[in-house]
């Protein structure tokens, strides 16, 4: 008897992926296109749902069904979840830091209030979970810069940062008050070459990297010894699935977690390179988001993450550049 038992518990388990439908919002951005593809590895590929106000991507393309969806139009969002019997939302739209302090306005409009229409279909549709990303944007120039805690002073100077801050309430607000099991990732920088960066402040590690391997000099928006918390896009998606997997009773926070991996600044970034691409250049030429780098954290205690659900790291500076440059010389052939 405990025998079937454990076997019905088991058929259980894994029939949970199969049951789960889940809408991808955002799914053609630097992030999207990668967790997109890595969701319909786990689940039902038809029971993931990508969505963007793009043309859908060249690599989602036949992996599995595609919307053109603008989150902003809540009624048609409205009509996707209840369609598709969705029971999870990912929604990573939104309007980036370098991007958001050319409209600051634009920025604070999309980001709340597509926040807003998610965690209120979450909440009318009663949906499993909904994930959606903060970032290191909600410091500010008060909070410790080295190892930046957990909680501490959050008083973030960027449009981006505020929209963000205020988002995390608003995602506890929905777990306390109306017990939506919504989670949250504080992102670094991230590191990837299968999408482009959609205008963030530390998409300048990305072109450093296909100037390199394009054997052309490159010019840093950033003054050579700006340190910032970085993480190669494999962490990220891992990080993201294995927060959205945990138990609900291993997540303590419903704001949103801090996440480590490594930092470096320009300089190191182009010391690294040069290991394997030894010819190549770089100048410095901060623009406008030197002060949005300014304004962040060097680097970032996760204990709160390790702890709750055993986040770990598996990239470091070193085996993110061997593999970058490998993945870029090969998407050029
Ligand atoms: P991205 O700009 O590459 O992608 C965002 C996607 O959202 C784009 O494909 C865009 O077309 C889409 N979008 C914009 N407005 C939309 C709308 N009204 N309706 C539907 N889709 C819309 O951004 P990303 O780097 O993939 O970031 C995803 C999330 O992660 C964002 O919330 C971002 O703030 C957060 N984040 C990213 C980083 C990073 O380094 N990439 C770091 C911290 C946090």
């Known amino acids: 008897n405990k025998k079937t038992n454990k076997l019905q518990q088991l058929s259980l388990q894994n029939r949970m992926p199969a049951k789960e439908r889940i809408l991808v919002i955002g799914a053609c951005g630097q992030i999207g296109v990668e967790l997109t593809l890595a969701l319909r590895k786990i689940y039902d590929p038809q029971h993931v749902i990508a969505t963007d106000l793009r043309d859908e991507h060249p690599l989602l393309k036949g992996t599995g069904p595609y919307v053109t969806l603008d989150v902003m139009n809540r009624e048609m969002l409205h009509v996707l979840v209840i369609r598709h019997h969705i029971t999870q939302i990912y929604h990573l739209a939104a309007i980036l830091s370098?991007?958001?302090?050319?409209?600051?306005?634009?920025?604070?409009?999309?980001?709340?209030?597509?926040?807003?229409?998610?965690?209120?279909?979450?909440?009318?549709?009663?949906?499993?979970?909904?994930?959606?990303?903060?970032?290191i944007a909600v410091f500010g120039k008060g909070a410790p810069r080295q190892q930046t805690p957990q909680h501490t002073i959050l008083e973030p100077t960027t449009a981006y940062g505020i929209s963000k801050l205020a988002g995390e309430r608003w995602c506890e607000y929905y777990h306390e008050r109306y017990g939506v099991d919504v989670r949250s990732l504080r992102y670094p920088g991230l590191i990837s070459y299968k999408s482009s960066p959609g205008g963030g402040t530390t998409d300048y590690a990305i072109e450093m990297f296909q100037a390199a391997v394009e054997n052309?000099?490159?010019?840093?928006?950033?003054?050579?010894?700006?340190?910032?918390?970085?993480?190669?896009?494999?962490?990220?998606?891992?990080?993201?699935i294995e927060l959205m997997e945990a138990p609900a009773n291993r997540i303590s926070l419903h704001s949103s977690y801090n996440l480590h991996a490594f930092h470096f600044s320009p300089a190191e970034l182009a010391a690294a390179i040069r290991k394997y691409v030894p010819k190549f250049e770089i100048c410095y030429q901060p623009d406008f988001r030197q002060q949005i780098a300014e304004s962040w954290p060097e680097s970032i205690d996760d204990s709160q993450a390790r702890q709750d659900w055993g986040w770990k790291p598996a990239f470091d500076l070193?085996?993110?550049?061997?593999d970058m440059l490998q993945n870029l010389q090969q998407w050029k052939k």
């Open 216 to 240: 052309r000099k490159f010019c840093c928006p950033l003054a050579p010894d700006t340190r910032l918390p970085m993480m190669y896009m494999p962490d990220a998606i891992r990080a993201t």
């Open 318 to 322: 070193e085996s993110m550049t061997v």
């Open 98 to 135: 370098a991007t958001a302090e050319k409209n600051p306005a634009l920025a604070w409009h999309i980001n709340m209030q597509s926040l807003i229409h998610v965690l209120e279909i979450a909440r009318e549709e009663n949906l499993h979970k909904v994930y959606w990303p903060s970032s």
